[in-house]
């Protein structure tokens, strides 16, 4: 989960910061678990629009009525812990969840379904529901509400200076991720590699978002 900078934590300012970021997060094998970070594109039950904040806070306001704690405070949340999950938003008010770490794939299929049970819940008192895309198929980024978070207006001045695309990706897309734990620098050479082969395969295996801004891309997934 992205959070904002928190008073106390020390910037990395150099290699041997980073490297030592790296080491203090090895763990033994007994002790890998893997985690899931999955984001939701929220619309319009009725017009398919994307909802301003306004909205989006009143949703996650209702998930507080599920155990979760909001933060920095229930009347303007950010972002919200339950245990060692916690949901955030992402500048387009794509809703993701980071969840907890488990030892078996089963562990986090079931903190997936109750994730979308609870978020699907919450979103229909509000006339909302999800889009189950990678790449949101109508409107222009353009024409999108921003979440109101410090980060976000950073990176939206600094990303399009690294590709035209820099605003639909922040505002537009939705994407899985998963996280695992590694023993050693060669460990995680490893399995850097081996999911950089995988991630094709894996795109092919997902594709579902062929429409961007009401037209037909050409491919059958925009978004990779």
Not at 23 to 47: I, M, N, Q
Not at 154 to 183: C, E, W
Request: net charge negative; glycine share 6%; proline share 7%.
């Amino acid at each position: 989960m992205s959070q904002e900078f928190r008073e106390g934590q020390a910037p990395v300012r150099d290699l041997e910061d980073l490297l030592d970021f790296f080491r203090r997060a090895e763990k033994s094998p007994e002790a890998f678990r893997v985690g899931v970070e999955y984001e939701r594109l929220a619309y319009d039950a009725k017009s398919l629009e994307p909802p301003p904040y306004e909205r989006i806070q009143r949703l996650l306001q209702r998930l507080t009525a599920v155990g979760f704690t909001a933060h920095p405070n229930r009347e303007a949340p950010l972002w919200l812990t339950r245990g060692q999950s916690s949901i955030s938003l992402e500048p387009g008010g794509q809703i993701e969840l980071s969840g907890t770490p488990w030892q078996t794939l089963t562990e986090v299929h079931a903190e997936l379904q109750t994730f979308f049970s609870e978020t699907e819940q919450a979103a229909a008192l509000e006339n909302l529901a999800f889009c189950p895309l990678a790449l949101r198929p109508f409107g222009q980024a353009r024409e999108h509400p921003w979440m109101p978070r410090e980060r976000h207006k950073i990176m939206g001045q600094y990303l399009p200076s690294k590709g035209r695309k820099a605003h639909n990706m922040m505002l537009q897309t939705a994407t899985v991720q998963a996280s695992f734990d590694f023993s050693s620098e060669l460990d995680i050479v490893n399995k850097m590699r081996c999911a950089m082969m995988l991630g094709p395969l894996l795109a092919g295996l997902c594709a579902n978002s062929p429409y961007e801004e009401g037209l037909f891309t050409g491919y059958r997934s925009a978004r990779y």
